[in-house]
């Protein structure tokens, strides 16, 4: 070989290990960013599921189901749990996600019935000033009849939103006297043991969620 051709052969060499390094580095900042899930917000999300391997999400709890009974983490103990943080008065992203989890309880049903009654949906409310245990009732009726609806006080709710790091914040209408909630959009897939074992994105659609859901079930 000659003495130049190995010379442009090194450098390649050396060229190509930088730009690994960098590419590297950039990946790993990536999944740091994706890890920091409390500053995503509802609708701005992109990209694969974050490496939730060591996420510490979730803990126990005292709400209002939506028939005005007070509930704890207890009363859902030994089930596997999909978990979706949102508010009544959300006009696009809430209703689509809830719909995604109607989707997934229905193709379930059908064809796992037993696994089904196994699973049980919950829709927490960010916006527990206007959602009433009566207006959770209302406005679940237009989704899968499965799905349980969490509101409380406002310290309850927030303590519930810190330990599901749920990022949500009143936002005022500049022309009226009401508000809108900015929350960030994540189905959680928690386990038996009240432990986080997958999430699901705005992205990932109805077959997607039901997939994983089958293979974390072991069904698949
Ligand atoms: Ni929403």
């Known amino acids: 070989m000659k003495p130049e051709i190995k010379k442009r052969l090194l450098r390649t060499a050396v060229f190509c290990l930088i730009a690994l390094v960098i590419g590297m580095g950039a990946g790993w900042i990536q999944i740091q960013m994706q890890d920091a899930l409390s500053v995503k917000k509802d609708g701005q999300d992109s990209g694969k599921g974050p490496n939730i391997a060591g996420l510490k999400i979730g803990g126990p709890f005292s709400l209002t189901n939506q028939d005005g009974k007070a509930v704890t983490e207890k009363d859902f103990a030994g089930e596997y749990k999909l978990i ?114 997958s999430m699901y994105r705005v992205n990932d659609n109805a077959d997607a969620v039901y997939n994983d859901l089958l293979k974390q079930l072991g069904l698949s």
């Open 84 to 197: 979706y943080f949102g508010f009544t008065f959300c006009p696009a992203i809430c209703p689509t996600e809830l719909q995604k989890i109607s989707r997934v309880m229905k193709m379930l049903e059908e064809r796992y019935p037993e696994a089904a009654k196994t699973v049980q949906p919950l829709f927490i409310t960010v916006d527990p000033e206007r959602d009433t245990a009566g207006v959770m009732k209302q406005y679940l009726t237009l989704f899968h009849p499965r799905i349980t609806g969490l509101t409380g006080t406002i310290p309850q709710i927030d303590q519930i939103k810190k330990e599901y790091r749920i990022y949500a914040t009143k936002v005022k209408d500049e022309n009226s006297d009401e508000y809108t909630v900015d929350h960030s959009s994540f189905i959680y897939l928690m386990g038996p043991d009240d432990d986080l074992i």
